[in-house]
């Protein structure tokens, strides 16, 4: 337990002063928007942004939190997409995206494994904005707890397909003799995909259960 959580520790300083002034931009807007009409546009627009910097802030401290690390990129973690998969839940798709993308970018900073930009563009922003399509879960869904498992499965599908493709363009190299880079890719990325979509189910569901899918949704959205 303390190896799971040690590297929370060892967290470059660089990164507590990002997730830190956007926590701060994030309290500061919740402030200002609070005073307002709530249905403005405007209003809206700012929440968004208020709950997409704390939702990415939470994502990034429990990407942290690895139960185990790939040699050459991905781990598993508790759940830590989850956040910005119940962002794009209430906020839609296109929020949900953005998001993502923003996340991505943050990835970067924590141990990147980049051989070209376009290796970069696909393991990076474009796997992680593939998280906001969980917004394009339906709302006809009545049961929550379906509409969140459909919500993580999209989520983790595409980020999942993302790290194929640039697995077995970029990396298959590291493909043992004999084996297709296709197939290498393919049973690499699985190894922890599949991991991780199993903890974020489970979580998903526990905590979907809880007040905090419609707190949220109340409080952010008209």
């Keep these: 337990m303390q190896q799971i959580f040690g590297e929370l520790l060892e967290v470059n300083h660089l990164v507590w002063v990002i997730i830190a002034i956007i926590i701060v931009l994030s309290i500061i807007g919740f402030i200002l928007s609070s005073g307002k009409d709530q249905d403005s546009p405007s209003v809206l627009t700012t929440k968004k942004l208020v709950y997409g910097g704390m939702c990415i802030s939470i994502a990034f401290i429990l990407s ?11 781990s598993i973690t508790l759940a830590s997409m989850f956040p910005v998969i119940l962002y794009s839940m209430v906020f839609g798709p296109i929020a949900g995206i953005i998001t993502g993308v923003a996340y991505g970018f943050l990835q970067l900073i924590q141990d990147a494994w980049v051989l070209n930009w376009a290796q970069l563009f696909l393991d990076y922003p474009l796997a992680f904005g593939f998280l906001g399509l969980s917004g394009l879960a339906p709302n006809f869904l009545k049961n929550l707890k379906v509409r969140t498992c459909l919500a993580v499965s999209i989520a983790l599908f595409g980020r999942g397909l993302m790290h194929f493709l640039s697995g ?19 049973v690499y990325n699985a190894s922890y995909i599949i991991p991780e979509l199993i903890i974020t189910l489970i ?17 952010a959205v008209k």
């Design 203 to 219: 979580l998903s569901v526990l905590l979907i259960s809880t007040p905090i899918y419609m707190t949220l949704k109340k409080h």
């Design 64 to 74: 942290y939190i690895r139960l185990y690390k790939m040699p050459q990129g991905g």
């Design 168 to 186: 077995a363009i970029f990396f298959a190299d590291y493909a043992p003799e004999g084996q297709s880079p296709i197939m290498y890719s393919l």
